[in-house]
């Protein structure tokens, strides 16, 4: 099992940068995948990113890819979302999450931590 905590969350304008971190505790946290979702009000949760256990494969949903990097160290336990040209769209909570294998569906994800705020404005 692993417990999850996102920080570095807030309020940015657009086109401003932001870096996400969510922060591991319990066994073996480089035999996860991680990922990274959103959740708008009154939308569902949406896939923003994923990268493998080793941080060499990372997947991204096209509307974040060249804007966000997911990255993790495994030597201290913590994943990474660097967001950079920012938009009003992209305000949303953020949740990390693991799984045992790279996914994009929230399904495949079974451990969450309980959120960050994102907030975009024009």
């Known amino acids: 099992q692993v417990q999850l905590v996102e920080s570095g969350g807030g309020l940015v304008q657009a086109g401003g940068s932001l870096r996400l971190s969510c922060a591991a505790s319990g066994r073996a946290f480089s035999s996860y995948a991680m990922g990274w979702f959103r959740q708008a009000p009154g939308k569902d949760r949406e896939f923003v990113a994923a990268?493998?256990?080793?941080?060499?494969?990372?997947y991204y949903a096209d509307s974040v890819k060249g804007r966000f990097t997911i990255s993790r160290d495994n030597a201290k336990n913590t994943v990474y979302l660097q967001m950079s040209s920012l938009k009003p769209e992209d305000t949303a909570v953020y949740y990390c999450?693991?799984?045992?294998?790279?996914?994009?569906?929230?399904?495949?994800?079974?451990?969450w931590g309980q959120g960050t705020q994102v907030t975009v404005s024009s």
């Open positions: 999450a693991a799984a045992y294998g790279i996914a994009r569906e929230v399904i495949e994800y079974h451990y």
């Open positions: 990268v493998n256990w080793s941080g060499r494969t990372p």
